[in-house]
């Protein structure tokens, strides 16, 4: 038992709400980001998602309904990207650019479009704040 006032611990491990943001040093990559710059956040409405099959988890789920998702968007024409930022952002992922400048992010990771929607979100926004460094 507890004794009366002491705080109790809480295992936060497994509750995805809850992660803290770590600075990159410590997630093992080479950048380190600024603590006093502005964070760029991807604006949703600006990136064209299309979605298809999957061979990811999900049985015969996989057979019948489109969760994959693949995110584009031009990098030279993102206008709420500062020219540094596309720069090095194009730079960086120069395999996952196409002839014509798009930028393309997928995932089928889970099972559920929205899943692999926010997936492929959180992977974009990681390129564009190691872009910002």
Do not use: Y
């Not at 992660?19 to 710059?37: K, Y």
């Amino acid at each position: 038992k507890m004794a009366a006032g002491r705080a109790r611990a809480v295992n936060l491990v497994h509750q995805p709400w809850h992660i803290p943001r770590l600075p990159i040093a410590l997630c093992g990559l080479a950048a380190v980001r600024s603590l006093s710059s502005e964070r760029i956040i991807v604006p949703r409405s600006k990136i064209d998602a299309s979605f298809s099959r999957s061979s990811g988890p999900g049985g015969q789920n996989v057979n019948k309904v489109n969760t994959k998702v693949e995110l584009r968007f031009n990098v030279a024409e993102a206008d709420w990207l500062p020219q540094e930022v596309r720069a090095r952002l194009a730079d960086e992922q120069k395999a996952r650019m196409t002839k014509s400048g798009e930028l393309i992010v997928t995932s089928s990771e889970t099972r559920t479009q929205k899943g692999n929607m926010d997936l492929a979100m959180e992977k974009l926004q990681r390129m564009v704040d190691d872009a910002s460094v």
